[in-house]
Nanobody, 126 residues
Framework: VQLVESGGGLVRPVGSLRLSCAAS????????IGWFRQAPGKESEGVSC????????NYADSVKGRFTISRDNAKNTVYLQMNSLKPKDTAVYYC????????????????????WGQGTQVTVSS
């Protein structure tokens, strides 16, 4: 089981980035996927999640209205579109997965995320 994030980089404030989380050696169809981030010296923060059906999405208050999570099960990939980026969004972003099987609309149980990617750096700076 492997998750690989990509799409991070350096962007100016109010710019946009799209992060991707691609799975290999397993199919994401029955997994909830979450995006988390950790800034230097700070605790890890849940950013967004999406259920295996795509029918349920959740967002942290700090990113609501700016970030959009989506999934393409055919491509075995989950995306995080990040718009109107702010310097406080600077962090390493990780995607994670947990098996939800027949439970099609759940993604919020943070303690169940047990597969993690290696992270991608997002830096928002002028």
């Amino acid at each position: 089981v492997q998750l690989v994030e990509s799409g991070g980089g350096l962007v100016r404030p109010v710019g946009s980035l799209r992060l991707s989380c691609a799975a290999s050696r397993f199919t994401l169809d029955y997994y909830a996927i979450g995006w988390f981030r950790q800034a230097p010296g700070k605790e890890s923060e849940g950013v967004s999640c999406i259920s295996n059906s795509g029918g349920t999405t959740n967002y942290a208050d700090s990113v609501k209205g700016r970030f959009t999570i989506s999934r393409d099960n055919a491509k075995n990939t989950v995306y995080l579109q990040m718009n109107s980026l702010k310097p406080k969004d600077t962090a390493v972003y990780y995607c994670a997965a947990y098996f939800t099987g027949a439970v099609r609309n759940e993604c919020h149980i943070t303690r169940l995320y047990d597969y993690w990617g290696q992270g991608t750096q997002v830096t928002v700076s002028s």
